[in-house]
């Protein structure tokens, strides 16, 4: 807009200086002050803040990191300039994906890859961050117009495609392999994967591309009455991942066969949405900036406002084979992260004052049982509060095996359960 | 902006019918469709959505609503409808309470009503909602200008005003008490009031106005160093008021010493403001349209992901005279709530079919003990994880009482805790 409105400046300039009668000057004076208003009009209207070289902690109030560069101060966290160096990839810009990558923004993040094929409809307005304007804008455009004007210091980097085909899958990986942003960085691009996403194929992906590449990521879900939620940290060898375990909800106490009723679109609200998004990137940021308890899985129930937590171990019989592999890896990994802890524990006991708090690389000394690879779906001991989405998959299997098929009740047991499975 | 872009164009026509040269009338051309350009480019930066006359449960994507009428269809809300004849009045539209206020407006609330007197800053955008073209901006006008883009259905007041003067106090209390969007409300012009201010002498002015005028209101909280927050709701007479017990916090485990350096700014991260944001309306949500359970009081410890509750009885010792008047209305209306709650108990049991589990008058059969007015500071009783945020009064009175001061240790003590009165 502004080049147009120098365009027009400059032709009634080079008017004025060609051959007119009085009155047409006197027209053309009239109409450069009006180019001159609308000018002003629209640079208030996108007045946007410069960007900022390093992150100061200077308490003034035209310094947008000063209340960040606080935690520092305070003992939160050990270093929050780090936060300039991670790149962290967000599937799925909804009502959870988008407020997370807000957040990031406002954060300081060093850099965020958005994906998500979908447009910006009205029926989004119930949740945060899109507003009517940017309606039939693509997901990904609208939320980069919107972050870069919050905060220009960010890299965006958006990807409008759907992860779950081939090539779609192709572009999501390359771009997570990619390097250009912090090149010595070990392992892929990206410091952390969020996976915002509304269902069950989607999460396969993300967890696919995730387990071939090593990636450390975090899962997020709200379920279709709107009133519970989840966020999940998957570390692939070191804690289950996506396909070792039939996913969990938070029971939320509603008649689940109300929900699934037939032209039925899915409830959502801002509130559980932003509880979500919240715990999310709270959580992402406790793991990148080494400071509080990662927690492992946080379930939501809104309607009773109850948090459960609970630790889950990779599957040795899980059906993803990158998740094997990089299970073994763990295991053989084991001497060496027993060694590094021995060593970090007699370099503390070495130092003079204070035991330090801080454990920058997040090295626990841990008993030898803790480390035992342990199916939760076997032991069946959920954390109340917390149920299976999907039928458990072993105890279907153990039924046909246990006894034959005489007894009619069995038949209408196994029935029904491939019924909830088909469902 | 449109008028000056409407008149240049007209200007340019004006010219194009006096004598020119065809270079001259070439040239013009070239401004005519320049400026259409910036007229498109202007539109489509301010394109609204028309009002809503009614919320419609259609399932279609220019359907603002269709996600929210979902949860009627789901069963989770009885009548979601009702939301359009709520007025919320939020006081402090900082970090949690300019989010709460674009939940509510995304949610479709019938009436806002802000209050806060400060100014929109850079060092604020590391928290949601305020933009950086919108700093310089009062608070209140930038939160309009947002939320009635967002949503046009709903009725926006904003004063900008500090409810601690009493000027402020007396436009505050009168705004609550008016009543023209709902002339046949019982009590106040508001449903409820969320108290989202920084500082002790706000809520305690927040306090002072919601007990004179028995108005229930939420209360929220962020800890100085961002880790930490919480939701509180009081009901004048019925629960504790803010006079009625030192503010509780939650403790977040950092060395409190380290947090009120001079000159040092308090810490604040957006997730946390966000999370608690979404706790404060979602419970609200719970109150207006009444479903779930309604949250006496939750606390935030985002390090643990800890979430205590409580639930806090009116002290009879409280200082607040207006409190104690709610109080003594509370105890004297306690027949007639036994009676309605008798009532409704028969015609439910006498109603054929399975009974009714919604409860719309919020009315609850109750033990005569649970009803005895009880202050949570005499049984010092406070679940895992909360702490006072100033030295109990109680405790402090009972020292000098309880021995004379000879013994040199109590002097100590007592001296100790005069200091961390005054602190």
Chains 1, 2 share one sequence.
């Not at 780090?82 to 990839?89: D, G, L, Y």
């Not at 990558?101 to 119930?126: F, H, P, Q, S």
């Not at 990904?140 to 090539?167: F, G, H, K, R, W």
Request: glycine fraction near 6%.
């Amino acid at each position: 807009m502004e080049t147009e409105l120098k365009g027009i400046l400059d032709d009634l300039k080079f008017l004025q200086n060609s051959f007119l009668d009085p009155s047409q000057q006197a027209l053309i004076d009239k109409m450069r002050s009006r180019v001159d208003n609308v000018t002003n009009l629209a640079k208030s209207g996108t007045m946007h803040r410069a960007k900022v070289k390093e992150l100061s902690a200077e308490v003034v109030d035209s310094n947008p990191y000063s209340r960040l560069m606080a935690l520092q101060r305070m003992g939160i966290v050990e270093n929050y300039e780090r936060i300039r160096h991670f790149s962290v990839a967000i599937v799925g810009i909804g009502g959870v994906g988008s407020v997370a990558a807000e957040m990031l923004t406002r954060c300081g993040i060093g850099r965020l890859l958005l994906y998500d094929y979908d447009k910006v409809e009205l029926a989004n307005m119930n949740r945060l961050f899109f507003r009517p304007e940017q309606v039939g804008m693509t997901k990904t455009d609208a939320a980069v117009q919107t972050l870069s004007d919050i905060n220009p210091d960010v890299v965006l980097e958006s990807y409008t495609l759907n992860i779950t085909t081939v090539q779609g899958f192709e572009t999501f990986t390359s771009s997570l392999r990619n390097k250009s942003f912090s090149p010595n960085k070990e392992g892929s691009g990206v410091a952390l994967v969020l996976s915002c996403v509304d269902n069950y194929e989607a999460r396969m992906v993300v967890n696919q591309a995730c387990n071939e590449l090593n990636q450390t990521w975090m899962e997020s879900g709200v379920s279709e009455n709107a009133v519970s939620g989840h966020i999940q940290l998957l570390i692939p060898g070191e804690t289950a991942c996506f396909a070792c375990a039939p996913p969990l909800v938070v029971a939320s106490g509603v008649d689940e066969r109300t929900l699934k009723r037939e032209g039925v679109c899915a409830a959502s609200l801002p509130t559980t949405m932003g509880v979500v998004a919240g715990l999310l990137v709270q959580n992402s940021l406790k793991y990148l900036l080494n400071f509080g308890q990662v927690t492992p899985y946080l379930g939501y129930n809104a309607l009773k406002d109850f948090f459960p937590t609970m630790e889950m171990k990779p599957n040795p019989q899980c059906s993803n084979s990158a998740c094997l592999e990089r299970q073994k890896e763990y295991i053989l990994a084991k001497p060496a992260r027993d060694a590094a802890a021995r060593e970090k524990m007699s370099a503390e006991v070495l130092t003079e004052g204070p035991l330090h708090e801080e454990n920058e690389w997040n090295i626990s000394v841990v008993d030898d049982n803790d480390l035992t690879i342990n199916d939760t779906r076997c032991s069946g001991a959920l954390p109340e509060g917390l149920t299976h989405e999907l039928p458990i998959a072993d105890e279907f299997e153990k039924l046909p095996a246990a006894e034959s098929s005489n007894d009619a009740d069995d038949l209408e047991d196994l029935k029904r359960q491939l019924e909830a499975l088909n469902a």
